[in-house]
């Protein structure tokens, strides 16, 4: 037990176990309503209306370089003009959520990390303890919560964006007719593909409200103790919402086809 304790699998099991108790209390205190309702509303704003430009600019250019990439194979074999499917079924199910959450992962889990690290450096944490403030209440949920609500809706605004620019760079720089171009996209794309994608959006906001949180709270001391939480939470983040991606698409797609 020493042993392990001593090693990385034991720091990194210690990790999870914390980070499941956090998961836990975030949820108690959700389902008591014990959550603070105006910060809610900041956070949304926070995480959702500031994160539009990078989300859309993300989106919108993934759809542009997807509908390149599979014209010019698809020009090969005659195909072109299932060009736009490919890119609506990938943006849907796959890079929509994926990048979504990777963009998101940066730039709020690292200011969610600093803000917390920075609030438990200076003893603000411990200030709100001594008030009678549970700090998960006050300071997790309605991130959490907010991650929840925001990053479907900032998958879906990145699914539209890149498919309309997948469509305009198929029909304006590579000469697709645009009435087959579009036929074949709602042909292939079904309602599948979008529910995958929004289910994957939803885990994905937990996971880097999660991590992004724990390592703000659990962070050492110092400005050097915050930097380390910071670029943590965006590593950890941005590698489950990977690794986990690759297991719901397997299990979401078992399960819809079951339905």
């Not at 090693?7 to 099991?13: P, S």
């Not at 403030?133 to 879906?156: F, G, S």
């Not at 087959?180 to 709602?186: D, E, F, G, M, V």
Request: a neutral charge.
């Amino acid at each position: 037990m020493n042993f392990l304790g001593n090693t990385r699998i034991g720091e990194w099991l210690e990790g999870l176990g914390q980070l499941t108790l956090l998961a836990k209390e975030a949820v108690l205190s959700l389902f008591t309503f014990r959550v603070a309702w105006r910060d809610l509303l900041y956070q949304v704003y926070f995480i959702g209306v500031k994160s539009q430009s990078v989300v859309l600019v993300t989106g919108a250019f993934t759809g542009m370089v997807l509908s390149a990439q599979t014209y010019l194979q698809f020009h090969k074999v005659k195909m072109d003009t299932a060009t736009l499917a490919v890119v609506s079924i990938s943006m849907c199910s796959e890079l929509g959520p994926v990048l979504t959450g990777l963009m998101v992962a940066g730039r709020v889990g690292a200011a969610i990390a600093a803000e917390l690290g920075t609030m438990r450096v200076t003893e603000q944490i411990d200030a709100l303890r001594t008030l009678a403030t549970h700090p998960v209440d006050y300071l997790v949920v309605p991130r959490l919560l907010a991650l929840h609500l925001v990053l479907p809706l900032l998958t879906a605004e990145a699914i539209v964006v890149g498919i309309g620019s997948g469509f305009v760079v198929g029909v304006y720089l590579y000469g697709i007719d645009p009435t087959y171009l579009w036929a074949n996209a709602q042909k292939y794309t079904t309602s599948e593909h979008v529910t995958i994608g929004l289910i994957k959006a939803v885990i994905f906001g937990g996971i880097v409200g999660l991590i992004g949180c724990y390592k703000g709270m659990s962070c050492g001391e110092g400005a050097q103790g915050v930097g380390r939480a910071t670029t943590e939470a965006v590593v950890y983040s941005s590698i489950t919402i990977l690794i986990s991606n690759f297991f719901l698409t397997l299990t979401l797609s078992r399960v819809l086809d079951m339905l």
